[in-house]
């Protein structure tokens, strides 16, 4: 099997301008290798809302998209607060944004459950005070 193309994206906290950034540019590469729109679509919404959620719960972190000859993985990884209940925040309309993040927008709840939703597999690793890592699959 031969070796993934490997793309590392940060992810800047502090500004909601730059959030999906790292989707964007993995479209583009998407689109250069001929993956299908459906595919394609799904990695961008999983990947936004996932750094959507990094910079609104974690103060950014970095995104790392792996490309295989059957799949696209995303790895976002974060040093934030972490996640308390991972079974609570699946859980769709649960949110703990703030309202100044939710007046804009965001916050509704939907971005762990929408990364489920759009990918073959997800899986959480978070411990509080420490961060939180999300790897998620989408199948070619």
């Not at 301008?17 to 590469?29: E, I, L, M, N, Y």
């Amino acid at each position: 099997m031969s070796e993934p193309l490997k793309f590392t994206y940060p992810v800047d906290g502090d500004n909601f301008t730059s959030a999906g950034q790292a989707s964007v540019q993995v479209k583009k590469v998407l689109r250069r290798l001929g993956l299908d729109p459906e595919t394609i679509r799904r990695v961008s919404i999983a990947m936004y809302e996932g750094e959507i959620n990094m910079v609104i719960h974690a103060g950014g972190g970095e995104a790392e998209v792996l490309i295989y000859e059957d799949n696209v993985q995303i790895i976002l990884r974060d040093k934030g607060p972490g996640i308390a209940d991972i079974e609570q925040a699946m859980q769709e309309g649960f949110s703990t944004a703030p309202d100044n993040i939710r007046s804009l927008g965001f916050g509704a709840g939907m971005g762990l459950p929408n990364m489920k939703r759009y990918t073959d597999d997800m899986r959480i690793e978070s411990e509080v005070g420490v961060g939180t890592t999300i790897t998620m699959r989408v199948d070619l």
